[in-house]
């Protein structure tokens, strides 16, 4: 099964609070997992990426959190910020193939 | 640098019509891919190229021919189109295929009446 399922499909936070989207998967060969953040009429750019022999990694306000034994990541964003309102997605690599799977896309508004 | 061309951005096609959708990069990557961008579906792959002359499919491979003749273009064709092929479709590079930073471009939003 090479599905990433992504949840939720909307989420509104207030300006300074904790924003977190999860993803599952059930293909144990996947070896890489990307998050890509889309602006309005903008194709989707890297934001952050994990591979699952670490449980989390960090980049500012952006942290993924991996449970390899869930099958489940996740994507934090803390202190979110108005300018962090877009669309996000999730993605996993099989190892050796080269198709990235992606899960369905979670709107994100931050309110000021 | 430009990154990643797409052109057209905007098109409008009848139905059985056949159409290019142009893709370019100048960064020199040898991974290349396209996706198209539905409502609740994420992105689905296309067609995708690890090289110049190599090509093979993705998810969603039906109605759409590529080809991979230099390291910069790689264009999609659609050779009768359907108003199922009406989508948003990004082509995309990589320099060390997918575990690399996937770069996008903008996207060309195509419309099948």
């Known amino acids: 099964q090479q599905q990433v399922k992504q949840s939720p499909q909307s989420l509104i936070v207030q300006k300074g609070g904790i924003s977190i989207i999860n993803c599952a998967y059930e293909n144990t060969a996947f070896d890489y997992f990307p998050w890509y953040q889309q602006f309005p009429g903008k194709g989707p750019a890297l934001l952050i990426a994990?591979?699952?022999?670490?449980s989390e990694k960090k980049e500012g306000r952006f942290t993924i959190s991996f449970n390899k034994s869930a099958k489940q990541f996740s994507l934090h964003i803390m202190d979110s910020q108005p300018g962090d309102s877009a669309t996000y997605f999730c993605a996993a690599n099989i190892q050796g193939a080269q198709k990235l799977v992606f899960g369905q896309g979670t709107r994100l508004t931050i309110n000021p | 640098n430009a990154g990643v061309t797409q052109t057209p951005k905007f098109q409008v096609l009848k139905t059985g019509q056949s159409m290019t959708l142009q893709c370019a990069q100048d960064?020199?990557?040898?991974?290349m891919s396209w996706y198209r961008q539905d409502p609740g579906m994420g992105l689905r792959l296309i067609h995708y190229s690890v090289g110049a002359g190599i090509t093979d499919q993705g998810e969603v491979p039906n109605g759409y021919n590529v080809s991979r003749s230099t390291t910069e273009d790689f264009p999609l064709r659609l050779l009768s189109a359907a108003p199922s092929q009406t989508s948003v479709y990004f082509c995309a590079s990589s320099l060390r295929g997918l575990t690399g930073e996937l770069f996008f471009g903008e996207g060309s939003r195509l419309t099948v009446l």
């Open positions: 994990i591979r699952p022999d670490v």
């Open positions: 960064m020199n990557h040898e991974y």
